[in-house]
């Protein structure tokens, strides 16, 4: 053992090796030391974070917009911290995000003297299990450190899952250990790689060639590739995009995998997301007779009402292939794109599907600002230097048709969907991305409601995001799931319980001292805009007020009219979710 150097050290050294250069922070006595000792001295800088939700989101920003091998990294205090952050930490580890929670814990001693005496040491709950035990359900990896002899192990383990998996891990470092000795790293730390089985991998690639080589004839007549995240969670990018040109195939993307690549790409026909899917989108999966589905996940918000043709899909994913009947299993996304490209297939020689171009409308700068109306006006202001971030809200139906031209430049968290979560997300983002890029992030009011104070340390650490606050007054989305037909009757009342207090968010502005705005016109909202994208030093929040709290984007008006349909056929327990036309067919006749 090398007696120079120490735990508190190695952790350091690792996340920093890991691209690691900011650590959201809650301050705690349980993790001072280490902070204190070995994160204020290093290369890592100290983000001060208001609460551990909002850190533990801005860690997943930071991670997200990183991408490969990158991390992002929170630390907190025992359990009054840490379990506050174990709903950023489900997120990240249900959409595949790379984020470290480092959790300060009471020493050896006051542990066995609480478990052994009953004397109890601030935060406990039932001894030294508590956290370790919540989070082994929502991490990759959860370790505790109290041992200095293991720590370089465990520290190891824990982090190479964590970029292996693209998942959150745990780490509980004792008070007591951080000083302790330990030996120093060995080597650099190495994603695992997901391992093919030759000939299932060569028989797959067979299986998808064939339908792809216009020479065979059972080639497909319209292909399509659908580009899934876990594109973007394992760094195939690329080689996603270099197969798309080299076999000259249309793409869509999932609303995970929004601008996984730029959407400024001739090959580019738009954001596949069900019904919520412009119509020549919907119109080109349906006329397609075989779909190439590259890391896709299916998950409700992602498929809107739509069941997937599995008959025509091949879908590969992580380690899997499945199409039709077949199934293979042991075949890695990233040998399977690889084989493909080096497959042979014959090039399509096919004019690529002209989609309608957007815009065409009229907006007068004196009307009142409608959902729609907003998306329309807003979509010039993006430019191929502009992050677009969006919360779960009826803001994932907006931005879903926003052209999004930087690549990797469109967030979310549209599989686990916990509202709050894409304003501290932007902290992260802001922290991550180049320095000519700009981040707008759209958020529902009562989303915003839940983590509002992510401006003040965006306001601290002079991040720019524009905050555009839509404020309808109402949780219309969860009316919107429960029944629909409400937003275009206007007589229908919201369900109980769903106005939300309408607060002047624009005035948090003069809480924390960033810049703040209240739209209710186009003209307003172009000064704002005008004034907010000079602002370069301090967040905007433009709050965005939508008069009629009825008003929803153009692409979930679909909804309505198949609620009406349970309506009359008198099930009204039925109405609720994401409606799937064929059972709703059925179901009402
Ligand atoms: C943390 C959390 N709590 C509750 C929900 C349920 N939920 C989903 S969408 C939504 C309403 C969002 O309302 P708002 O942010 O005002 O956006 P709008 O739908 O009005 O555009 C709620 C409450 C959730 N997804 N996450
Ligand atoms: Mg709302």
Known sequence: ?????????????????????????IPGDYTLDWVDGYVVPSKIEIISEVNEL????????YARQKGQYGIGALCVTYSAGALSAANP??????????????????????????????????????????????????????????????????????????????????????EDIVDLKCDRPKGNLTPAKAISDAKILEKSIDTVKSKLDSAKPESAKSPLIWLGVEVDRFGLEKQAESLIKELNIPYVTQLMSKAVLSENDPHFMGVFDGMASSDAVQDLVNKSDFILALGVWLTDINTVGWPPDIDKTAFVSLDTIKFGTYFGAQVSLEDFIAGLRAAGVRRRDQALPQMPKGGGFK???????NYQGFYDFISRYI?????????????????????????????AQPSYSSIGYIAPAATGICLAKDADQRVMVFTGDGGYQMTALCVATQTRYGLNPIIFVIDNGVFAVEQWLADATVFSNSNAPFKEGLRVHRCFYSKMADVVGCKGYRVETFGELENAMTDALANRSSPSIIQVVVDDPKSIPKNAEWKESIDAKLRAASHPTKIRGLGIPTTVNEEAG
């Open 89 to 174: 930490i489900a997120g990240a580890y249900v959409e595949r995000v790379p984020v470290v929670l480092i959790n300060g814990a009471p020493s050896i001693k006051r542990t066995l003297e609480f478990e052994q005496t009953g004397l109890s040491a601030h935060h406990f709950i039932s001894g030294r299990q508590t956290d370790l035990q919540v989070f082994e359900y929502i991490t990759a990896a959860a370790v505790r450190i109290d041992s200095p002899h293991l720590a370089p192990m465990l520290i190891d383990y824990a982090l190479t899952q964590c970029i292996t998996e693209r998942r959150p891990v745990y780490i509980e470092l004792l």
């Open 363 to 369: 907006l007068n700068l004196g009307d009142k600002i």
């Open 1 to 25: 053992m090398n007696n120079e150097y120490t735990v508190g050290q190695y952790l350091v050294d690792r996340l920093y090796e890991l691209g690691l250069r900011h650590l959201f922070s």
């Open 383 to 411: 430019t191929d230097k502009t992050i677009i971030g969006s919360d779960a809200s009826m803001n994932y139906f907006g931005t879903l048709l926003l052209k999004v031209e930087a690549a990797r430049g469109y967030f």
């Open 54 to 61: 909002n850190a533990g989101y801005a860690a997943d920003g």
